[in-house]
T-cell receptor
Framework: AQKVTQAQTEISVVEKEDVTLDCVYE???????LFWYKQPPSGELVFLIR??????QNEISGRYSWNFQKSTSSFNFTITASQVVDSAVYFC???????????????FGQGTILTVHP | EAGVVQSPRYKIIEKKQPVAFWCNPI?????LYWYLQNLGQGPELLIR????????DSQLPKDRFSAERLKGVDSTLKIQPAELGDSAVYLC???????????FGPGTRLTVT
């Protein structure tokens, strides 16, 4: 069975601070995808990133960066110089790759509520 | 490109009444998903379609929930009869079959009184 754990329920920061959202996962699949989604107050889940399990290169996109460490089953997300518009619920998720037992099924963590104060 | 469309956005019904949600996926996406999201929780998969075939409905409470995807495009999720515990957001998502990246609609917020 797959499991995603986001230990931080809520995080509150002041604008321009850096913030890291933690994600730890469990899976029996040897290959899988990891995702981060953002859910603003409007409710629609917005895709941020997908990472293949065989690609452990860290990725940076503007103020966002992701640190994938297969050895510790972690896929952490850092926002640099946070802004008020970053306030949202952030979900880490896991799914199998075609042919795997969990193909097509996204397993989400509980989410981390991020509040950025001006 | 139009995103995933869901309607209605909000629905309030009394318990024991039926309710239906509609989803139109992104054009060309042959995989469609229905998720349930309880307050303060991550979404949980209810059912996954590949074209018109339900390939994973293991989490769908079949005593009261049903879904269909006629012609492999639009989909409807129905609850009959609704219970108080069904109050939640119902999310629809779609993806290209082999890509894994799912695009979500805005969801339908159901309140059962």
């Amino acid at each position: 069975a797959q499991k995603v754990t986001q230990a931080q329920t809520e995080i509150s920061v002041v604008e321009k601070e850096d913030v890291t959202l933690d994600c730890v996962y469990e899976t029996r699949d040897t290959t899988y995808y990891l995702f981060w989604y953002k859910q603003p107050p409007s409710g629609e889940l917005v895709f941020l990133i997908r990472r293949n399990s065989f690609d452990e290169q860290n990725e940076i996109s503007g103020r966002y960066s992701w640190n994938f460490q297969k050895s510790t089953s972690s896929f952490n997300f850092t926002i640099t110089a946070s802004q008020v518009v970053d306030s949202a619920v952030y979900f880490c998720a896991l799914s199998g790759i075609a042919g795997g037992t969990s193909y097509g099924k996204l397993t989400f963590g509980q989410g981390t509520i991020l509040t950025v104060h001006p | 490109e139009a995103g995933v469309v869901q309607s209605p956005r909000y629905k309030i019904i009394e318990k024991k009444q039926p309710v239906a949600f509609w989803c139109n996926p992104i054009s060309g996406h042959n995989t469609l998903y229905w998720y349930l999201q309880n307050l303060g929780q991550g979404p949980e998969l209810l059912i996954r379609y590949e074209n018109e075939e339900a390939v994973d409905d293991s989490q769908l409470p079949k005593d009261r929930f049903s879904a269909e995807r006629l012609k492999g495009v639009d989909s409807t999720l129905k609850i009959q009869p609704a219970e108080l515990g069904d109050s939640a957001v119902y999310l629809c998502a779609s993806s290209l079959e082999d890509r894994g990246k799912q695009y979500f609609g805005p969801g339908t917020r159901l309140t059962v009184t």
